[in-house]
């Protein structure tokens, strides 16, 4: 089974600029959560969706928004970059169900905002 | 809300010795799922160990195993014979059955000294 795909891996964008992350779920998980990871904030949880319905939000600005299609793949993306939005994006994959929970992450996608 | 606390932000171990992460957590929930990731430095995420609160025996996966205390709200991850491998940045995480998010501690960073 192919794991979870993220892409693209590497991105440069200038402030101001929008950006849209792709990831692709672990074929039959309809859970997808995103993540940004920086050295001094550690892993902070973005948001959720499931079934194409956002589920939780973490506190994160309006300028970071996401959707999911109904193949389960997700979108995340961020309007008007800044400068402390450089940071490593992670997108995990889940079945949500009670009986497995765990996540399977992506390699990421590595953002740098200049 | 749960939180999810490191205390250790680095550890070190010689190659072949025994290491223990410590994890501690706070829930308002009655049931819930425990886990160790590993964020190898080539950044892929990956579930090492979980364990489910209800249950009292705790996980092992080969080298790896926890020490389970629920009423003290402690996860610490033990890790046996250390290899080179095992170097890498672990954290522990959290998930309720009601709740929609994991919660992550903020990480350890274990080197293994050959």
């Known amino acids: 089974k192919a794991g979870v795909t993220q892409t693209p891996r590497y991105l440069i964008k200038t402030r101001g600029q929008q950006v849209t992350l792709s990831c692709s779920p672990i074929?039959?998980?309809?859970?997808v959560s995103w993540y940004q990871q920086t050295p001094g904030q550690g892993l902070q949880f973005l948001f959720e969706?499931?079934?194409?319905?956002?589920?939780n939000k973490g506190n994160f600005p309006g300028r970071f928004s996401g959707r999911q299609f109904s193949n389960s793949r997700s979108e995340m993306n961020v309007s008007t970059l800044e400068l402390g939005d450089s940071a490593l994006y992670l997108c995990?994959?889940?079945?949500?169900?009670?009986?497995?929970?765990?996540?399977?992450f992506g390699p990421g996608t590595r953002l740098t905002v200049t | 809300a749960q939180t999810v606390t490191q205390s250790q932000p680095e550890m070190s171990v010689q190659e072949a010795e025994t290491v223990t992460l410590s994890c501690t957590y706070d829930?308002?929930?009655?049931?819930?799922?425990l886990f160790w990731y590993k964020q190898p430095p080539s950044r892929q995420m990956i579930l090492v160990i979980r364990?489910?609160?209800?249950?009292?025996q705790n996980a092992t996966e080969n080298r790896f195993s926890v020490n389970f205390q629920k009423a003290a709200k402690s996860f610490s991850l033990k890790i046996s014979d250390s290899q080179l491998g095992d170097a890498a940045m672990y954290f522990c995480?959290?998930?309720?059955?009601?709740?929609?998010?994991?919660?992550f501690g903020t990480g350890t960073s274990l080197t293994v000294i050959p």
């Open positions: 995990a994959s889940s079945l949500a169900d009670r009986s497995s929970y765990e996540q399977y």
């Open positions: 074929s039959g998980h309809r859970s």
């Open positions: 969706y499931f079934s194409e319905t956002q589920r």
């Open positions: 829930t308002s929930e009655s049931d819930y799922y």
């Open positions: 364990q489910e609160a209800y249950k009292q």
């Open positions: 995480a959290s998930h309720g059955y009601t709740g929609n998010q994991f919660y």
